[in-house]
């Protein structure tokens, strides 16, 4: 079992950066995948990034190519989302996840076995 929890979040200016952490209890974490999603009001979950289980694969959405980082310290056992320029449409609640299937970097949410609770990002325009 793995347990998440993101931290990091906060209602923020349009233009400024944040950066998001999900701290894993698991005795392995170097052993999983990890990705960020985000659900904003009315909208389906979406897919942010992902990472490797070494950190040397990583995916982004196009939304958030060139602005977010994903990045990863396995003997922290954390995932981190640095987040700059951000814009109102970032605003959601931001999600971190875990894929067993360590060595890849996927898309869907279903591809994940575990979840957070969520972070609230809000950007004011």
């Known amino acids: 079992q793995v347990q998440l929890v993101e931290s990091g979040g906060g209602l923020v200016q349009a233009g400024v950066s944040l950066r998001l952490s999900c701290a894993a209890s698991?005795?392995?974490?170097?052993?999983?995948?990890m990705g960020w999603f985000r659900q904003a009001p009315g909208k389906e979950r979406e897919f942010v990034a992902a990472i490797s289980w070494s950190g040397g694969s990583t995916y982004y959405a196009d939304s958030v190519k060139g602005r977010f980082t994903i990045s990863r310290d396995n003997a922290k056992n954390t995932v981190y989302l640095q987040m700059n320029s951000l814009k109102p449409e970032d605003t959601a609640v931001y999600y971190c996840?875990?894929?067993?299937?360590?060595?890849?970097?996927?898309?869907?949410?279903?591809?994940?076995?575990?979840w957070g609770q969520g972070t609230q990002v809000t950007v004011s325009s």
């Open positions: 698991v005795r392995t974490f170097s052993s999983y995948a």
């Open positions: 996840a875990a894929d067993r299937r360590y060595k890849r970097v996927v898309a869907g949410d279903w591809e994940y076995d575990y």
